[in-house]
């Protein structure tokens, strides 16, 4: 069976086939021991892969370049007890800076956040902090809301694919069985699910001018599945230039672009 997702630019491919062959009577009994920690292991790293693609469409869908990538920090004065603590924080800054931006544009602002208390590269503990994907807004209001010394941000790249970012803000909040990771305003855009077909080793034709970024192709010995993966980004549509609000030269400095392009660390300044 096929199916797509459609988020944005970035559309995913899935085949998941099954061997109508394989005799149930057959069927290899669970691993145990050390196998069976092993296959627990793995299916914790599928299930933060796929949370990882569950952000990554929310992104992919409602953001693009130009909006910010924000990271905000507390010094040692600020510094909340617990992240349950920090999670607060992070509500009230959000609500403040909502009412500010409808006052100043008339629209809601719309946002993904997490709060962070892990290394993204090692899953080590590290100082509490929060990044934020929201709407583009000028350096000067969020300095109303949150100390300028300890924020920064950048903008996302124009690639439409935001997946690495997602990984980014996935470990560095920590990844928890069964416990979302990350919050958003209301309202956003939900990628687009195709009805499953039927197809018969088919090749999955890529529109003109796309660009794959991510294939995978496994096949699981013991239960007889095969599956496939395949995400690709359309080539953007021809539009106007965008305008972004004023900003300082202070926060230009701060405006460098993260996307896709480089998975490894999109904080840019942040403490994960």
Known sequence: MRYKIKAGRVTEVR?????????????????????????LAQQIERNMREAVRRLARILNSNFRGG??????????????????????ELRNFI???????????????????????????TGD???????????????????????????????????????AVALYMVKNAGYERQ?????????????????????????VMVPKGARIVERVEREDL????????????EPEEPAGKREFPDTTTQAHARATLIGNSK????GGGGPG
């Open 67 to 88: 909006d910010l990538f924000l990271t905000l920090k507390y010094n040692d004065e600020r510094l909340p007890e617990s992240k349950e603590a920090a999670k607060r």
């Open 95 to 121: 609500r403040r800076l909502d009412r500010a931006y409808r006052k100043q544009t008339g629209k809601k602002l719309r946002w993904v956040a997490v709060t962070a208390d892990r290394s993204s590269k």
């Open 179 to 203: 416990v979302r990771t990350w919050s958003t305003s209301k309202d956003l855009e939900k990628p687009i699910f195709t009805a499953p077909k039927l197809v018969t080793g088919s090749r």
């Open 222 to 233: 013991e239960t007889g599945f095969h599956s496939g993966y395949l995400r690709y980004i």
């Open 15 to 39: 085949d998941v086939l099954m061997d109508v062959e394989l005799d149930p009577t057959t069927k290899r009994p669970r691993p145990r021991g050390k196998r069976r920690g092993k296959a």
């Open 125 to 163: 503990p590290v100082r509490l902090h929060h990044h934020l994907v929201l709407d583009p807004l000028a350096w000067e209001l969020i300095a109303k809301h949150w100390p300028a010394d300890q924020f920064s941000y950048r903008r996302l790249d124009g690639t439409g694919d935001y997946t």
């Open 263 to 266: 998975p490894g660390d999109p």
